[in-house]
């Protein structure tokens, strides 16, 4: 099994729906983050999270909402999913920052 | 804030060519740098990382980086391309207090290798 894995890989969803995508880790790493990818603008942080307890938002958390629910998952949420939030979305855990695992990403096309 | 530029949205190299992919970085403490390499439809793979131990840095698949901070550049280079090369390569730097947001990174270079 791979140690970040996120579910779905791939999703199609209407403008207005809501969707979750799910991240769950085997690292034992204490730090989570989402980060989305664009054609030529490289990955950019949604959120990040530190524990449990300790959510912060990122460079673009406007339209996203998370959910630490363990040590090891992280759920990011779209509320209404508008053609904008159309990207690749990738979740990352971290050990204090010497090392950063990746997840396969989930190609997400809001439509 | 920290703040990454790579030089060079595409670049295009001839097999067995050297290639240099460039990187500077804005950060107000001593960083910690990567390079990260994305083939397509896949995720992203560690290169290579700094974290203030050696300036040069030796990756995989014969990849390496010099840390200059005197000219806030982590460079990536490798002697001879081989077609399997042909990725996007991003460049990111982190807060080496924790790393506690994350790792800021470049917008890419993709990397083109010419038969």
């Known amino acids: 099994d791979a140690d970040v894995t996120q579910t779905p890989r791939n999703r199609i969803t209407k403008t207005g729906k809501r969707i979750m995508l799910e991240c769950s880790q085997t690292k034992g790493h204490d730090r989570m983050y989402w980060y989305r990818q664009d054609p030529g603008l490289g990955l950019r942080l949604i959120y990040y999270?530190?524990?449990?307890?300790?959510?912060n938002k990122g460079e673009i958390s406007d339209g996203y909402s998370v959910s630490r629910q363990a040590q090891a998952k992280f759920s990011l949420s779209l509320e209404s999913a508008i053609p904008n939030q159309t990207a690749l979305y990738f979740c990352?855990?971290?050990?204090?920052?010497?090392?950063?695992?990746f997840g396969s990403g989930t190609r997400l096309t809001v439509v | 804030a920290q703040s990454v530029t790579q030089l060079g949205s595409h670049v295009s190299v001839s097999e067995g060519a050297l290639v240099l992919l460039r990187c500077n970085y804005s950060s107000s403490v001593p960083p910690y740098l990567f390079w990260y390499v994305q083939y397509p439809n896949q995720g992203l793979q560690l290169l290579l990382k700094y974290t203030s131990a050696a300036t040069l840095v030796k990756g995989i698949n014969g990849f390496e980086a010099e840390f200059k901070k005197s000219e806030t550049s982590f460079h990536l280079t490798k002697p001879s391309a081989h077609m399997s090369d042909a990725a996007e390569y991003f460049c990111a730097v982190s807060d080496p207090g924790g790393g506690a947001d994350g790792l800021t990174f470049g917008k890419g270079t993709h990397l083109i290798i010419q038969p």
């Open positions: 999270s530190f524990d449990v307890k300790d959510i």
């Open positions: 990352a855990t971290s050990e204090r920052g010497l090392g950063y695992t």
